[in-house]
């Protein structure tokens, strides 16, 4: 396993103004490669600081990954500190001087001189070009004092950085490791990490390979898949298997094996079988729309939806009735049925997600966390009762992630029932031309 | 200037399971104080590694701020990896002990005996206690060896580590510092963030107290003024003196000098004046009425809200006139008004917000990043072209900040002529006080 370092090179770092993201998804990556990330170190524009860190990088890992530091001013200073650590000198690379003639060629504009600093590449080095931006990337294999390290430079910007690491740096990994990896993501919903961990433990307990990694967010749970073969395939066949386990034990659960967030899948189910949405949402204000809306395509599925904070609103836009409203108040079961099936006659759509609550802050002695989210589909209207706890942005983060799951199981059970319908369609129809 | 590097020690942060947020928030906040921050590095939960990443840290920096691993599991080795460096011994501190009886008490729960391993303290050092979870943090002042050095140990999780930073470690470097040090917090919207800076390049180039820092994120740009004296009360009659002059050259476009959110300050507006509001959304599909909601309180202002993602739902529940639609489409000022105006009749709030626009995916030549943003308010109604670049993510976000700067303007707008009527009442008043 290759002891991995990120040194993350940029004193906007040090100031706080961007949180280092790159270091996140590098580290998030890697292990998927089989490699390990034991330090991250972040240092400034400062030539002698970065050259010290550089030092004691090289000294405690096997591959240090610098991101940052690889544009055209005069405070990026990556490449010349590293090359003038290691002894190498700088030369102009043709290709990527082409490369930033192109780049700005394409934008109607002209490259200033300092631009093609950014095409000076250490001798030796492998070059890793930048399909959005300006800045290529290097990887340097050392001799002499650092023989057998690995220096592999990165710029800083994420929509830049993230594509060259799974173009080069995976394959570089996977290229030092003696097995090929296959690794999948179970994305889960409805059971919390601790949960899934029991449910998982016979089966995840002293396995090597297949390994597994949970992580938790807001109303969800992955489980990392890695698996390792002499080949890629059988790889994927160890990793399949496993994943079919996790489906059996966990069941509808899980909601996707493709990593997907929970609004991505819903938008994908209700495309593929020519369904609609609508929402109407107290609490979340908007919220369940705005995440439905973020999936590229969305407004094939997505009809209309209301946010309707107020009891008028409830009222007007929905038709709740006042009765419902006094005798339950506006947080109960009730309400949240008549909000669904208001919304569902509304928009005219397939289904309808209502959601209301209690996000906090307490007002009075208002149960904070108790949320009710119904959904009403073409089969039936369902409304669950849930108590979430922690703070407002959470509670209502929790409300939209189970009120877009919820909507899945039931375009699941629709699903389930047309198939049935369609068997026994094409059954009686086999019958018919048997009777023919 | 006290040199101050971050260690974050934490599996977790190497794994990618979470970014490293603290060092964010610390690294934001130093220059407030007078410091700078210098490194930042994350370790592992491992006692020798843990251990040389602190004598380097020593070696170079005056103050080192540890995050994580006061946790009561075997894994949590901060304290003690530091105690044994330093040569301390750990001591059972009594009131600690107490604090994680009242803690589990409070919640119904009793600690078990890991818990109590968090009581132990370094002797000589300051315990920090802490209001939000049971591991306290300490502050030691080290002698010997390393003799002016300051180790600060704040616990990992961000809703602890950050009262804890506010209250004890902020007073820890105002007390070390010469000067007392005041900041205040410029937020603009309306203006980019060169554009910023070239305004106010008179003011600022060369001045060295107070000193100036502008950060730039989606729609919004900050400028931070920190100015330093002898007395708080002098400190901050220059950063005043200093944000008085912003004001002036960028006027309108400074939407709050209290580091608020845009959609806290229109909550605010909105409250103070007893106006409410009410939105239509397209593009960005209840990202405007879900910011707007996040606001605690929101409820007082925010009356409803209409996601008309579709033709159909602009005609339905808005009344967007099908003549409209056929011969401007739907990405069109005079559609974006008769949405606002629409909504405003639904609702019956004072204002109504609407927005209407292409996000991408490029369909056919959809022209993407055209976007409409309409208030209809009580005086009159506004609509405004916009063009926004970047991602589908990007442009509802500046469609969202956009939208809810905007109707900001026109309440501040309502406010100066309200106040006019009134002084010309007052005036009437006065007269017929003089008349009589």
Known sequence: MLKTEILSVGTELLMGQIVNTDAGYISKRLPEAGAGVYYHTVVGDNPSRLRDCLLIALDRADVVITTGGLGPTQDDLTKHTIAEVLGLKLYDHRESRDRIDSFFAARGRTPTENNYRQAMIPEGAE???NDNGTAPGCLIRCTGRYDGRVIIMLPGPPDELKPMFDKYVMKFYSDNSRQKLHS????????????VETKLASMIDGQTNPTFATYAKSGQVTVRVTAGAETEAEAETLTRGAVEKIKEILGEDVYSVDDEEPEETLVRLLKENGLTVSTAESLTAGMIASRIASVPGASAALVSGTVVYTDEAKKRLLGVNEKTLTEHTAVSAQTCREMAEGMKKLSGSDFSIAVTGYAGPRVADEPVGLVYIGVSATHK????????????????????????????????????????????AAAAAEGKEERV
Do not use: W
Not at 184 to 195: A, Q
Not at 410 to 415: C, Q, S, V
């Open 127 to 129: 070059v890793l070009t």
């Open 184 to 195: 999948i993501f179970v994305r889960i919903c409805g059971c919390g990490e601790s949960l």
């Open 381 to 424: 209207t369902v409304v669950r009762e849930c108590r979430f706890t922690g703070s407002r942005e959470k509670i209502r983060t929790l409300t939209a992630v189970n009120a877009i799951d919820l909507t899945r199981r039931l375009i699941a059970e629709l699903k389930i029932k047309a198939e049935g319908v369609r068997n026994d």
